[in-house]
């Protein structure tokens, strides 16, 4: 079983920054996969970023690719997603979450929210224009 919290949301301008991180608690996610997805007001739940639990794999929405990177400290059972040069658009409640890894999935990163087993209650991130 693992909990996991979110922080670090918060009201910005636009082409601002933030830093979301999800601490894990309970067992290890070392061997865990770990994504962030985002709900806006109005949308459905969509995928953000993605990290594999092995191989240093990542994956990003086109939406936010090159603005975003989701990083791991598996020591302290950590997950971050920096988010760079926000757009009105970012606008949104983001959820981590983690699913259960296996030797045969080191490198598989997962972007469909059923393929993860655990979730936070999620950090209103509000960005201004």
């Known amino acids: 079983q693992v909990q996991l919290a979110e922080s670090g949301g918060g009201s910005v301008q636009a082409g601002g920054s933030l830093r979301l991180s999800c601490a894990a608690s309970?067992?290890?996610?070392?061997?865990?996969?770990m994504g962030w997805f985002r709900q806006a007001p109005g949308k459905e739940h969509e995928f953000v970023a993605g990290?594999?639990?092995?191989?240093?794999?990542?994956y990003y929405e086109d939406s936010v690719q090159g603005r975003f990177t989701i990083s791991r400290d598996n020591a302290k059972n950590t997950v971050y997603l920096q988010m760079n040069s926000l757009k009105p658009e970012d606008t949104a409640v983001y959820y981590c979450?983690?699913?259960?890894?296996?030797?045969?999935?080191?490198?598989?990163?997962?972007?469909?929210?059923?393929?993860?087993?655990?979730w936070g209650q999620g950090t209103q991130v509000i960005v201004s224009s």
């Open positions: 990290s594999s639990w092995s191989g240093g794999i990542t």
């Open positions: 979450a983690a699913a259960r890894g296996t030797v045969g999935s080191g490198s598989v990163v997962y972007t469909a929210s059923h393929e993860y087993t655990y």
């Open positions: 309970g067992r290890t996610f070392s061997r865990y996969a």
